[in-house]
């Protein structure tokens, strides 16, 4: 277990909201995902990391409302980056893909209503491309019809491009 995660309490709370911190497989020490709780209603921040673990299965699930790393395109990445480089990002500390977001929400029991897809890497990913890939595979897979999809960038406010 991180450090950050034996540290902080296993839940911090400020009136009705809880904030419980999660620990990701990622290159940075003591990386964490947040999943918020307040009023019965659940949202997941999961960004910076590598592979979808149990433990991030289990603080994804049920949530309303998900921020979702899917950092880049594996063919974009492929074309552009460095052997090592590629091995450091597609590996099991680096970051989630486009299609690795997608399939984790395909696996969830029960969608959230909104997800926010983040950390876009602005050299081996597009908005449109990572909108396209997480819609296919939910759309394949007959799930997700409902469940809003947006982008989130760090020049614009986000919008709804689905």
Not at 5 to 34: M, N, Q, W
Request: aromatic share 6%.
């Amino acid at each position: 277990e991180p450090i950050c995660c034996r540290l902080l309490p296993k839940k911090l709370s400020s009136g009705s909201l809880e904030i419980i911190p999660f620990a990701v497989p990622h290159d940075a020490a003591s990386t964490v995902g947040y999943v918020f709780k307040s009023g019965g209603s659940k949202c997941t921040y999961l960004t910076d990391v590598g592979f979808v673990t149990d433990e991030v299965r289990q603080n994804i699930a049920d949530a309303d409302v998900v921020v979702l790393e899917a950092n880049h395109d594996e063919d974009m990445l492929k074309r552009q980056l460095s052997a090592d480089t590629q091995a450091e990002i597609l590996g099991t500390r680096g970051h989630l893909s486009n299609v690795s977001a997608a399939w984790l929400l395909a696996h969830m029991e029960r969608l959230p209503e909104e997800v926010f897809l983040a950390h876009l890497s602005q050299e081996n990913n597009l908005p449109s491309l990572a909108l396209q890939t997480v819609r296919g595979i939910l759309d394949v897979n007959e799930v997700g019809a409902d469940t809003k999809i947006y982008i989130t960038s760090q020049e614009n406010i986000v919008k709804n491009y689905d």
